[in-house]
Each structure stands twice: as structure tokens, then as C-alpha cells.
């Protein structure tokens, strides 16, 4: 056990090194994209309830009405309803004050009106056509409440974490606006606490999981596999799932039999060859 903390450990701190150092190459905001969406404990955690990340799947640049896109999306439920976290990322390199006043630059302005349009096409009397977009990802308790949150990566924590009236700025700012304002810095943070998630790519009849594995096994109990699309690798692991090693046991009912979850979903749902690619940037 203490060799495993100790990998564990060491492949977090070279995590934290080598994203750290990306981000001061300042790149394009499609660099981090990518890059966390190939590091999943990177991706922020905030507002997840007691039930975790739903199916452990966080959605990239869903599409939800014909202009509101987020790069990241998950859900995460309690027993009484669901947070719904939408991420917004810019880029390491976006500046949150102009140059050496205190006001806010206008691009760390246009950032926030974003999400307030988001917030403005969720509140339109648009929750059926949300909840439809995402049903894969609601159950169970499919009927309970919707909370919609907010989460704005963006900018560097150097360039207010030594100066008390931005930091201030900034603090005031995300209390009265109720949107989560984080620093790509913050990513780093508690990493080992984090567990990798699988990418899920939202189309018109399923959602795509990418990786070799099904990483939320025990969702297999709950899910319609025709919902989703898994690649040849990790049908073959739930297929060959028997409920022993580190996979405990599960059934569910179908037909008004029990039958074995894992094989259930293995047998059901959509596949993809391994080689065949995923992400369509175009």
C-alpha cells in the first residue's frame, strides 16, 4: 500500500510539473483544452455532490440551444437534485486587470457576459430541452431539481495573489456573481483527490465515451447502454467483468429477470473500433 501512495504521489507531482510548465509557454486555449482533456484530474471539481461526477463522464463543448457552448460539461447529484456545472476555460495567458490599474480588462469582462448568456437561454423557459439533451447522464432520480452552475477558468494567479485590492476585486466579484473564478494554477491543486474521469462527446443519439475503459463500472446498473458509445476495448473489459478483483458483483433487472449489469451493457451498447477517431475539431 505504501508503494502505491508513493506512485501515486510521484506521477501527481510530475503532473503538476509538467502543467505548470505548459502553461507558461502561453499557448492557445485549444492546447489546454486538449490537455485536459488527456489529464482528467485537471479538470475542476467544484460543486460535486455527495454522489461524485455522474457516470464519472464530463461532457466536452456540449452544445445546448443554437449559441451556447461550454467546454466542459458535468452533472453531480444528491439524493434531493443535481448540480449541472458548466466550465468555461480562456487561456493562461488572458489578463484579468488593464496592464497597472486596478479595473478589469475588458476581455475578463466579456469572459463573465459569456456565462451570463448561458445563464440567460437556461432561464427561458428552456429546461425541457435541456434535460432531454443530457437524460443519458440523469439517472437514476431523473425527475429531481436542477441547479446550474458556473465555473470560469481563466488567467494566472500571479497577476493578483501579491496585490490585497485585485485579490479583493476578484473575491467580490465571484460572491456577487455566483461564478465560480479560478486560476489555471488552481488546477494543480489536490490532484490525487480528484479521479480521472472519461471525456464524453454529446451527439444527436448517444454520447461517445473516449478510453480503453468504462471507468464508472457500477453505472452499468443504471444506464440505457443504447445511449452510449464505447470503444472495442472497453466492451471486451466490461464483458469480461465477473465481479471479482476490484469489480463487485452487479445485476439489474431487465424483462423481469436479473441479469448481470456488465454484460447487459457490454452486449447493448454501441461500439467503435479503437483506431477509429473521436474528436472532430472541424
Known amino acids: 500500500m505504501t508503494d502505491a501512495r508513493d506512485a501515486l504521489k510521484a506521477e501527481m507531482e510530475m503532473l503538476r510539473t509538467n502543467y505548470l510548465a505548459l502553461l507558461d509557454k502561453e499557448e492557445k486555449e485549444q492546447v489546454y483544452q486538449k490537455y485536459l482533456e488527456e489529464n482528467t484530474r485537471l479538470i475542476p471539481r467544484d460543486f460535486v455532490q455527495n454522489h461524485g461526477v455522474s ?20 452533472l453531480s447529484k444528491s439524493t434531493v437534485l443535481w448540480h449541472a456545472v458548466h466550465i468555461e476555460i480562456e487561456k493562461p495567458a488572458s489578463k484579468y486587470f488593464k496592464d497597472s490599474t486596478n479595473e478589469f480588462h475588458p476581455d475578463f ?47 494566472r494567479r500571479s ?64 444506464i440505457e447502454p443504447t445511449q452510449f458509445r464505447l470503444s472495442q476495448s472497453a466492451k471486451d473489459k466490461l464483458m469480461n467483468m465477473d465481479g471479482g478483483g476490484p469489480y463487485m458483483k452487479s445485476m439489474r433487472t ?11 451493457v457490454g452486449e447493448n451498447v454501441r461500439v467503435r473500433s479503437d483506431k477509429e477517431p473521436v474528436i472532430d475539431e472541424a
Open 55 to 74: 457516470f464519472d463522464i464530463v461532457l466536452r463543448k456540449p452544445a445546448f440551444g443554437a449559441d451556447y457552448k461550454s467546454d466542459f460539461f458535468f
Open 109 to 155: 469582462l466579456h469572459a463573465q457576459q459569456q456565462i451570463n448568456d448561458w445563464r440567460a437561454w437556461l432561464d427561458r423557459s428552456n429546461e425541457g430541452a435541456f434535460r432531454s439533451a443530457v437524460s443519458a447522464l440523469m439517472v437514476p432520480l431523473a425527475t429531481n431539481p436542477i441547479e446550474h452552475k458556473y465555473v470560469l477558468v481563466y488567467g
Open 159 to 222: 497577476e493578483y495573489e501579491g496585490n490585497d485590492i485585485r485579490r479583493s476585486k476578484v473575491a467580490a466579484l465571484v460572491k456577487s456573481s455566483g461564478i465560480k473564478i479560478q486560476s489555471f494554477d488552481s488546477l494543480a491543486e489536490g490532484l490525487a483527490g480528484k479521479n480521472p474521469v472519461n471525456i464524453g462527446i454529446r451527439k444527436n443519439e448517444y454520447i461517445d465515451v473516449i478510453g480503453d475503459e468504462f471507468l464508472k463500472s457500477e453505472g452499468c446498473a443504471w
Open 254 to 264: 431487465v424483462g423481469g429477470r436479473s441479469v448481470d449489469s456488465y454484460k447487459y
